[in-house]
């Protein structure tokens, strides 16, 4: 088996220890595009470890999206998806580097091909796929919940008539309010980070915002944010995949997915679940 190589590039890492989301995405324009290539390029670095000739397939992430990729105590880059894919690649025998970019410059690294594919809590979703995603197969299922302020007294969907929520742009947490927004009577503002996002119901502006519950609850048990999560407020939930956009990059979308059925079979998925959730 050909040694598996991670290069960890951290091109935009948050020093606080509050999360942005990875499921966030927005229509990207001409001038991210062309953001996302300088940026990619800048990112580049000479890669050692692999074999002459070997390929190295260039994997962008987001720079913080805690408990799925972000920077711990020690400065490494850790998280679910970085355990997940470096699993992967030596259960499959690849090489690649991954790219740090943040969430929508990797989505277009990924569009522009300077980048291979994505891995970044994307929620699996009929409009990406229309888009033009290549999604592997579903490597964590997420719900999607509203949440409020820690002395807030709300509990239901219908409490929220009349008020406002905060959302992320692009999310599948946005999807989530936009669909109920109509039916029970409330606003949405949009926001483009989960911190603002956060910030906003914290400080009274929005009664609630929308987050994947896993993020939500991590950021609330070591992040010490003013917030609390409402029982019965969550989607049915979505999977995260795993994404290329090349149908010339089916290989490693082939082999992700034969690595994810054996890391499942081995007990290895579980071993890094627990180790980040306690599951």
Excluded: H
Excluded at 53 to 66: C, M, N, P, Q, R
Excluded at 194 to 217: F, H, K, W
């Amino acid at each position: 088996m050909k040694k598996s190589l991670v290069v960890l590039l951290s091109t935009a890492m948050m020093a606080s220890a509050l999360v942005g989301c990875g499921g966030s995405k927005k229509e990207t324009t001409a001038a991210e595009t062309k953001a996302a290539e300088t940026k990619a390029a800048e990112s580049a670095q000479e890669t050692t470890g692999a074999a002459d000739g070997e390929k190295v397939w260039s994997i962008a992430t987001d720079t913080v999206f805690k408990p799925f990729e972000y920077t711990n105590e020690n400065n490494e880059f850790v998280g679910i998806d970085v355990d997940i894919l470096a699993a992967i690649a030596e259960d499959q025998g690849f090489s690649y580097e991954l790219n740090s970019l943040g969430w929508d410059a990797a989505v277009a690294a990924v569009q522009v091909g300077q980048a291979d594919a994505i891995i970044a809590g994307a929620t699996i979703k009929q409009e990406r796929i229309d888009s033009g995603w290549i999604f592997s197969d579903g490597y964590y299922d997420a719900t999607q919940t509203f949440v409020v302020a820690a002395d807030s007294d709300i509990a239901s969907f219908e409490d929220l008539k009349g008020q406002n929520v905060a959302v992320k742009n692009g999310t599948a947490g946005a999807d989530f309010a936009n669909s109920l927004k109509d039916q029970y009577g409330f606003t949405v503002s949009v926001f483009e980070d989960s911190p603002t996002m956060y910030q906003d119901v914290i400080l009274g502006n929005s009664v609630a915002c929308v987050e994947d519950t896993p993020i939500m609850a991590s950021n609330i048990k070591e992040g010490g944010l003013a917030l609390k999560i409402p029982e019965g407020m969550e989607s049915e939930g979505a999977p995260y995949g795993f994404a290329i956009m090349d149908a010339k990059n089916q290989e490693l979308l082939d082999m992700f997915n034969a690595g994810l059925a054996n890391i499942k079979a081995n007990g290895t998925y579980d071993e890094i679940l627990a180790k980040y959730l306690g599951e």
